[in-house]
């Protein structure tokens, strides 16, 4: 009944059946691979909240070469890791981050650089402040930084990709996205690798600024795409074998209607005697 299967065509159908089926579920698992990476990356941020901060050097390693260098960057698993750490704000390097969206409204993210003892320097970035009047890209007055010892309680943030180039304005750094290496190089000691997402300082920060927030990654996004594609594997699956018992019955015959009979061409009936 089945052996039409054994046909280069159905044969030929049979493997595409079965590479789009492995397909569907390789990309299945790569899904799943993303969801859990991205679950990770939340976890660590939710444990990161409620922590005891850290000293900065469980989370982050020195930067051992000159000016203008950086650190190594944070293992994967010290990102988002709460950290406490003691120095003095350099405000002459304050950086803005221009185009960053807190409560639906564009404005800047402020880093300053907080110079420990060693000599090296710390990217803080110390919240969100509005542009001022005249447009998005207007630049705001940033609130001074506090003068003297500062000790800034904070989450590890690694860097920034496609920050672009780094630009100064009226006495400020200027940049898109923080990119550390990029703005380490307008600076004139050695920076660490990450920076850091300013939770609580001492003295206290400004009212003016708003806290960052962080948002979580769209993990239940991936693991619908996991869902989807095994679902399309088997669906692949299940229609090649539908497809082919659908043939096996007509090839039987199974299920058919018969042709109607033609009357008109049946013989006519004799009287009988």
């Not at 003095?88 to 803005?96: E, G, H, K, S």
């Not at 060693?118 to 940033?142: C, E, K, M, N, Y």
């Not at 309680?153 to 920050?163: D, I, K, L, M, P």
């Not at 600024?209 to 699956?237: D, E, S, T």
């Amino acid at each position: 009944m089945y052996r039409f299967l054994l046909s280069p065509r159905w044969l030929g159908a049979l493997a595409l059946t079965l590479v789009a089926a492995a397909v569907m579920v390789f990309l299945g698992n790569w899904q799943l691979d993303r969801y859990r990476g991205r679950t990770e990356v939340n976890e660590r941020i939710d444990a990161g909240q409620r922590m005891a901060p850290a000293p900065l050097a469980d989370a982050l390693r020195a930067p051992a070469g000159g000016a203008g260098t950086t650190g190594p960057a944070p293992a994967e698993d010290k990102v988002w890791t709460r950290v406490t750490v003691t120095g003095r704000y350099d405000p002459t390097n304050t950086v803005l981050v221009r185009g960053r969206t807190v409560d639906s409204r564009v404005g800047f993210e402020v880093l300053t650089p907080l110079v420990l003892t060693d000599g090296t320097a710390l990217l803080v970035d110390r919240g969100w402040i509005p542009p001022a009047p005249g447009g998005a890209t207007a630049q705001p007055s940033v609130p001074a930084a506090p003068t003297g010892d500062v000790t800034v309680v904070g989450r590890v943030h690694e860097t920034e990709s496609g920050a672009g180039a780094v630009a100064r304005r009226d006495g400020l750094l200027e940049i898109r996205r923080i990119g550390v290496s990029r703005l380490a190089g307008e600076l004139p000691y050695p920076v660490y690798g990450a920076y850091l997402l300013l939770d609580e300082q001492t003295p206290a920060a400004d009212p003016v600024f708003k806290a960052v927030p962080v948002g979580h990654a769209n993990n239940w996004q991936n693991f619908g795409y996991v869902v989807q594609w095994w679902l399309f594997a088997v669906m692949a699956l299940f229609g090649y074998g539908w497809v082919a018992r659908r043939e096996a019955r007509r090839a039987a015959g199974i299920g058919t209607t018969p042709a109607p009979l033609d009357r008109a061409a049946e013989p006519t009936p004799t009287a009988s005697a």
